[in-house]
C-alpha cells in the first residue's frame, strides 16, 4: 500500500469512526448517513484511492477543477456533487459529469440546469441551499436562498424537465443568529425539511456538517455529511 494511500485509509476509517459514534449518540443508524468526501484542491489520483477505499461520493465546488477531474474518474463507480456556487455559463459542463447540484439558490439557475439536462439527456438531483444567515428574501454570504423562498424554489425545480428535486443542504453560518450555533443551524434545516417534505414526499436528502461539525449536523438527522480536510488533509494553499 502507498503513503498515500496508507494516509487516506486510515483518516477515512477516523471519520468513520466519528459518523458512527455520532449515530450511536443519535439514536440512528449508520446506514443513515451518507458520507460524501469533498476532493477540491487535490488530484484525480487521491480520488482514485478513494474509491479503492470504498467511497462512493465525492465533491466538488469548482467547475475549471472538476470538469477534468471527473473525466479522469469516468470508470469509477462514483456519484459527483457539485457543492459551490454555480453560474449559469458553467451549467453546461457541470451538467455532463454531476449527478448532483446541491446549490440551488435562484431560479435563473434552475431553468439553465433543465435545459443542459435536457440537452445532454440526463436527471440531474437538485438540493436547494439554505443560507441560514440571510433575512427572508436575501441571499447568504456563501451562497443559498432565504429559508422564506424554499418553498417557490422547490416547486420550480419539481416541475423542470431533467431535473429531480432530491432536499435541502446548508453551510453552518458564519454570521446572523445561528453564527457559532452549528446544532441550532441543522435543527433549523432539518424543520425546513420537514415542511418540504408534506409537499414533496421524495425530497428526503439532507445535506448538512463537514469536518468540524459532522457530529452536529448528524445529531440534528442529516442524511448526508461533506467532509474534506478529515479525510484528504489541510488543503494545498491555490494561487
Known amino acids: ?56 461520493h465525492v465533491a466538488e465546488n469548482r467547475d475549471q477543477d472538476a470538469a477534468p477531474k471527473a473525466a479522469a474518474c469516468a470508470d469509477l463507480p462514483l456519484k459527483w456533487h457539485f457543492v459551490g456556487q454555480l453560474q449559469t455559463n458553467k451549467v453546461r459542463s457541470v451538467v455532463g459529469y454531476a449527478d448532483f447540484v446541491q446549490s440551488i439558490d435562484r431560479a435563473r439557475l434552475v431553468t439553465a440546469l433543465s435545459k443542459e439536462a435536457g ?24 451562497g443559498g436562498v432565504a429559508s422564506g423562498g424554499v418553498e417557490e ?3 420550480l425545480v419539481a416541475g423542470s424537465p431533467g431535473l429531480r428535486l432530491d432536499g435541502l443542504m446548508t453551510v453552518a453560518p458564519l454570521t446572523g443568529e445561528y453564527a457559532g450555533r ?6 433549523r434545516l432539518m424543520d425546513l425539511s420537514t415542511d418540504l417534505r408534506r ?34 488533509g489541510v488543503r494545498p494553499r491555490l494561487g
Do not use: W
Open 182 to 187: 452549528e446544532q441550532a443551524a441543522f435543527g
Open 1 to 56: 500500500m502507498t503513503d498515500r494511500k496508507t494516509e487516506l485509509a486510515a483518516n477515512l476509517a477516523n471519520v468513520e469512526q466519528r459518523i458512527t459514534a455520532a449515530c450511536a449518540a443519535a439514536g440512528r443508524e449508520r446506514e443513515e448517513v451518507t458520507l460524501i468526501v469533498v476532493t477540491k484542491t487535490y488530484p484525480a489520483s487521491d480520488v482514485r484511492i478513494l474509491s479503492e477505499l470504498g467511497v462512493r
Open 153 to 155: 424554489l422547490a416547486g
Open 199 to 232: 409537499a414533496h414526499p421524495a425530497a428526503t436528502m439532507v445535506s448538512a456538517g463537514m469536518s468540524a461539525d459532522l457530529e452536529q449536523a448528524v445529531a440534528a438527522g442529516a442524511t448526508h455529511v461533506r467532509v474534506g480536510t478529515a479525510v484528504l
Open 119 to 142: 440537452r445532454a439527456g440526463r436527471e440531474v438531483g437538485c438540493l436547494i441551499q439554505v443560507a441560514l444567515d440571510a433575512g427572508e428574501s436575501g441571499r447568504g454570504e456563501r
